[in-house]
């Protein structure tokens, strides 16, 4: 297939799309999710309209109930989908916004082959893994692809080949290509390549059982990825290449950089976009990736460097909280600043271990993020009131933003051991609590307010400055409980300004104080609308304060 003269319309350069289709193999967390991302970051700068899927095992129908120690973060999308975190990779790499397609799971494929059963869709046949299920991933491949109008459909599947759970996914991946072309399908094979410390010598032996599996399913990979330690040598080159049948110059190297937004130069240096071209007849256009590496550059060369704290509840576990450093690195690419991130585990200040005045000794900025349940929460109020007294930069994220009520309303309002009734269910002041509409639905996922609402400004207000002076801007929301309507008055009469609130003015949707160098809480995530090209404002600004705040030049 070549560049086509006849358009699908005035946004589509090819007539049948192509889809690229990204497996991995030896073991999970191999940063296939980047690999994906960067090459279809590439792809996009070639000109080209992409449309990412991840395609993930588990029986889960979305990743909105699972914990954190066990995926990582759950990122919710503008239409409230929660979804695997990879999906964030996506949307910061590409700066644009995915939907509830973008992200399927075993769980939404056997919920509509059930459903399409019981409707009697299947006219009396026995249902199975195959045709059924396959059938069934294929057409939510094309039909994503064409809702999107894509050029190029990047497919990543959760997993390593070998799996029980990924196996239907991989002999779907194996029939379109049998159906749409080999011409317009490119494998690509994210293995990993071990240097034991004894020997030294680069091991390729993972790989090859590898890519045998894969081989075993039916599929040859066009490309290997090989996540290493160090570069990839021409020897171990030579012995993939010879092993699992593949030309040597389709063996890439991803080895260790030092950030994640390094990964699309690597991959571009070494032809990698270049060669998927080529097997799709289409021209490689060479464009210079000159924006990227002046941003990086500002990472490797900082004029600044501040160091934030991050108060949560799973600091043990960073992955839980992937959106927001990838909000602080885009505003460290911007702003030439090194962040240096201190983890507090409010629980040690909770016990008296530490105090709050020990533990943020020496930050130039202070994060809560959001977060659910009652562990760590008194520890990460008296956070909040060290930082408002002491006049060090604050930003609340969901959960944040209602904590700083609760101190607000404990030590400004007078309204002693006021809390959220998630916390304390009989507290005298329920100053956050969950509204009574909400109350009402049962499914669980179901009382929260997920996906992208709208806030009114408040005129003049630090938030309507930071949001370009807006009257209505938009965040994404995943939470349950709101700042009680009852206690509106009390608080903003004591000095706490509602500077952003719903349309129809009964939720709090951003908070601030005043003779404050930057005290900002949202009830939203704006983490995750960050992106490489643009920051979240609140962040931006906040990290912003953070230097000033102390003059912070190295």
């Known amino acids: 297939m070549i560049l086509s003269k006849k358009f699908k319309n005035k946004n589509s350069l090819l007539i ?47 990743a909105g109930t699972m914990n954190p120690y066990e995926h990582g973060e759950v990122f919710v999308l503008d239409d409230g989908t929660e979804c695997d975190m990879d999906l964030g990779n996506y949307e910061r790499f590409l700066n644009m916004n995915l939907r509830n397609y973008n992200n399927i799971t075993g769980g939404k494929i056997f919920r509509l082959i059930i459903e399409k059963e019981r409707r009697g869709e299947f006219l009396g046949k026995t249902v199975q893994m195959i045709p059924h299920v396959t059938n069934e991933i294929k057409r939510l491949i094309r039909e994503t692809g064409k809702k999107e109008n894509a050029d190029m459909v990047v497919i990543e599947i959760g997993g390593t080949v070998g799996d029980i759970e990924n196996s239907y996914f991989i002999e779907a991946m194996r029939q379109l290509a049998l159906e749409e072309g080999k011409e317009n399908c490119f ?111 500002n990472l490797k060369n900082p004029k600044y460097e501040i160091t934030i704290g991050i108060a949560g509840k799973y600091t043990t576990l960073h992955d839980s909280y992937v959106s927001i450093i990838e909000a602080l690195n885009h505003c460290a690419m911007h702003l030439a600043c090194k962040i240096n991130i201190r983890w507090i585990e409010t629980t040690e200040i909770e016990k008296g271990a530490i105090s709050a005045q020990e533990a943020l000794q020496g930050i130039d900025g202070l994060i809560v993020p959001g977060g659910f349940g009652a562990r760590g929460t008194e520890g990460k109020i008296k956070c909040i009131e060290y930082v408002r007294k002491n006049k060090v930069p604050f930003l609340g994220l969901c959960l944040g933003l209602q904590l700083a009520v609760v101190e607000f309303a404990r030590n400004v309002c007078g309204l002693n051991n006021a809390n959220s009734t ?52 938009s965040e994404r929301h995943r939470h349950r409980f709101e700042v009680n309507p009852r206690y509106h008055k009390i608080l903003q009469s004591k000095g706490l300004i509602f500077s952003g609130i719903s349309p129809d003015r009964r939720l709090v949707e951003f908070i601030e104080i005043k003779d ?13 609308k960050s992106r490489i090209e643009r920051p979240s404002p609140l962040f931006f600004h906040f990290v912003n304060a953070c230097i000033n705040q102390r003059n912070c030049k190295i």
């Open 16 to 62: 049948v799309p192509k889809y690229l289709i990204i497996t991995g193999g030896v073991l999970s967390g191999l940063g296939k999710g980047i690999v994906s991302s960067s090459i279809a970051f590439l792809l996009k700068n070639q000109g080209f309209k992409i449309c990412p899927i991840k395609f993930d095992g588990y029986l889960n129908v979305d």
């Open 516 to 528: 404050h160098p930057f005290f900002v809480a949202t009830q939203a995530h704006p983490e995750f």
């Open 187 to 297: 494998f690509i094979h994210l293995t990993l390549i071990p240097a034991l410390d004894v020997v030294g010598e680069q091991k390729t032996k993972p790989t090859q059982q590898s890519v045998k599996l894969l081989l075993e399913a039916g599929i040859q990979p066009d490309m290997i990825i090989c996540r290493c330690r160090e570069r990839l040598t021409e020897k171990t080159k030579e012995k993939i290449s010879l092993f699992c049948n593949i030309d040597k110059n389709a063996v890439i190297s991803d080895h260790d950089v030092s950030s994640i937004y390094e990964i699309p130069i690597l991959l571009e240096e070494q032809g990698t976009v270049k060669r998927i071209l080529e097997k799709f007849h289409l021209r490689y256009k060479g464009r210079k990736l000159g924006k990227l590496k002046e941003l990086l550059k």
């Open 422 to 473: 998630e916390i304390n269910p009989k507290t005298k002041y329920p100053v956050i609590d969950m509204l009574p509409e909400q109350k009402k639905v049962k499914e669980k996922g179901g009382t929260m307010r997920l996906g992208s609402y709208p806030a009114i400004l408040k005129k003049g207000s630090v938030v309507w400055q930071i949001y370009g002076k807006k009257r209505t801007i």
